[in-house]
């Protein structure tokens, strides 16, 4: 089955700055990758997602890259604000399948 | 905008003891899901649930789980015999076909075994 890593799983930043998150899948069928925010005791948020025939996809001061050769994709923040803070899941998902979630990482915007 | 909604948001029972978590799927939404978010740790599958019955599971999803969607609009999970274990975030998705559009969580419960 599908498994999904997630680096780095705690990320501090300086606000203004811009944060970085990678994650990489090993069932090369998957074909569907988003990118989810959670803030302490909510459900998660849907920031962006990204399809496997699209190789960048950008949204304001997010912004997704996927590389389906090496089986890897990026969530990048840029301009990171204090409300940035909180942990991002990546995941990914095959039609007809269920999403397998990334472990998380817990991203920390320092004023 | 539709939502998903989960009853309770909060649950405390006694370890043994039988729990059921509610949940309203938005109307039109065909594939219904539960997943377990244990605290500080990944969301993780449970089970998928479609043409009254279930499509998925997972190897947490044994036979102390159960789900039903008893009316039209409720879909609910069942744990018999709580353990401390259980303790973790509860949350229901639906979604309006097999495809991925439409995916929505629901807000969760948070289920607390003592």
């Known amino acids: 089955g599908e498994n999904v890593e997630q680096h780095p799983s705690t990320l501090s930043v300086q606000e203004g700055d811009s944060a970085v998150i990678k994650c990489t899948y090993s069932?090369?069928?998957?074909?569907?990758f988003p990118w989810y925010k959670q803030e302490l005791g909510k459900r998660p948020q849907l920031i962006i997602d990204?399809?496997?025939?699209?190789g960048e996809k950008k949204d304001q001061r997010i912004a997704v890259t996927l590389n389906k050769t090496a089986k890897h994709f990026s969530l990048h923040i840029t301009e990171t604000q204090p409300e940035d803070s909180a942990v991002y899941f990546c995941?990914?998902?095959?039609?007809?399948?269920?999403?397998?979630f990334g472990p998380g990482t817990r991203l920390s915007v320092l004023p | 905008e539709p939502e998903v909604t989960q009853t309770p948001s909060h649950q405390v029972t006694q370890m043994g003891q039988e729990v059921i978590l509610r949940c309203v799927p938005i109307s039109n939404h065909l594939y219904f899901y539960w997943y377990r978010q244990i605290l500080g740790q990944k969301v993780e599958f449970l089970v998928s649930?479609?043409?009254?019955?279930?499509?998925?599971k997972s190897e947490i999803f044994d036979d102390q789980f159960s789900v039903e969607r008893p009316d039209g609009s409720n879909f609910t999970l069942k744990i018999r015999s709580t353990k401390l274990e259980d303790s973790a975030m509860y949350f229901c998705?639906?979604?309006?076909?097999?495809?991925?559009?439409?995916?929505?969580f629901g807000s969760g419960t948070r289920l607390t075994v003592v």
């Open positions: 069932d090369s069928a998957s074909n569907y």
């Open positions: 995941a990914a998902w095959n039609y007809g399948q269920n999403f397998v």
């Open positions: 649930f479609y043409n009254n019955e279930i499509s998925e």
């Open positions: 998705a639906s979604n309006p076909g097999q495809g991925v559009g439409g995916y929505t």
């Open positions: 990204i399809r496997s025939n699209v």
